[in-house]
């Protein structure tokens, strides 16, 4: 699996976010409506998943994102938002084709924070989107909110569980039907929807009793 970190800094007064990066690797940037990766795979099919905070006069607002697309011949993807200026985000990036991962994210990565469990994975924070992509295969999405609907443990206790069963296709393109459990080489991506802390990890060794 690959995995890219773009550090970004966002700035109000500019348009782009800066990020940082060797030449030749995949990179995503954000502007104020739109989201670009440059250096995929051609004809790559890739799902975005994101978290944007925007401040609207006395209100906040905080808008969990997921788009499917397929990179251009020279693997370079343009993602176009219809939620008003971008200003504060966080977003990661997979292939899903071998589980490639390019993350944008104000915070560091937390590669640790997701926990194998009984009911699949746990995680410390108690608001998160989140991400299950199987490789070749599909992905499936969802808000994992501690003692919300699709929080598996189903109880508020400061943590929230992922059952993949509980998610939804990315994209009506892919297989529907979620996995029941993860498989090893699944790949899980969380985006904190308060901190934008990115939590990622690969599954190995459990089986999927579907």
């Given at each position: ?189 969380a985006i904190d929807l308060h901190t934008l802390e990115v939590q990622m ?8 009793s579907r």
């Amino acid at each position: 699996m690959r995995v890219r970190t773009c550090l970004a800094i966002l700035v109000l007064s500019v348009a782009a976010a800066t990020t940082v990066a060797e030449a030749g690797e995949p990179t995503l940037t954000v502007a104020e409506n739109r989201v670009e990766a440059v250096g995929l795979r051609p004809a790559a099919e890739v799902v975005l998943i994101g978290v944007i905070k925007q401040n609207l006069e006395w209100i906040g607002r905080t808008i969990p994102v997921v788009e499917y697309g397929t990179a251009d011949a020279s693997g370079r993807i343009t993602f176009d938002l219809h939620y008003g200026a971008v200003r504060t985000s966080a977003w990661a990036l997979v292939d899903l084709f071998d589980g490639g991962t390019v993350i944008l994210s104000p915070v560091a990565v937390a590669s640790r924070s997701l926990q194998e469990g009984e009911l699949g994975l746990s995680s410390t924070s108690e608001s998160l989107v989140v991400l299950v992509a199987r490789p070749g295969v599909g992905a499936w999405f969802g808000r994992v909110v501690d003692g919300g609907a699709l929080d598996a443990d189903g109880g508020s206790d400061g943590r929230t569980s992922i059952a993949p069963a509980l998610l939804r296709a990315a994209s009506l393109r892919m297989a529907q039907e979620p996995p029941s459990r993860l498989l090893a080489g699944d790949l899980t991506v969380a985006i904190d929807l308060h901190t934008l802390e990115v939590q990622m990890v690969r599954t190995a060794g459990l089986a999927d009793s579907r």
